[in-house]
């Protein structure tokens, strides 16, 4: 992980602000079945690997409500794909009012056009 990043996520820890979607768990233990481009998660399973986050200090889990749930559906005009996964952690962050720690250059390009609508800090 990119210093930013560490920073980032230390500051949202003392800040009670390390919010953490169930998606990006799914999204992980879903890409674990495809072939090829398997996501290194260490020799663990889905579940195992998003335990870990969840346990440290300041973490919280956000279900997905409606609000999320509603705003997910108006990501795709923005991010111009409709990957569910994406639009749900974007819906998230965007809900939550904090940026994405991410590898994603799908969600940095939208960040780096749109700014205003989403926040990234690259990982």
Do not use: H
């Amino acid at each position: 992980m990119s210093a930013d990043a560490l920073d980032a996520i230390a500051r949202a820890q003392l800040d009670r602000k390390l919010f953490l979607s169930p998606i990006t768990g799914w999204e992980a233990a879903l890409a674990l079945t495809k072939r090829g481009g398997r996501p290194d998660l260490g020799n663990r399973d889905g579940a195992t690997w998003f335990r870990a986050p969840r346990r440290l200090p300041g973490a919280r889990l956000v279900p997905i409500g409606p609000a999320i749930a509603l705003e997910a559906a108006r990501v795709p005009v923005r991010f111009g794909r409709g990957d569910p996964a994406d639009c749900f952690i974007i819906a998230t962050a965007r809900i939550k009012r904090v940026p994405i720690v991410t590898r994603d250059r799908a969600m940095i390009d939208l960040a780096e056009r749109d700014p205003d609508y989403l926040a990234v800090v690259v990982c």
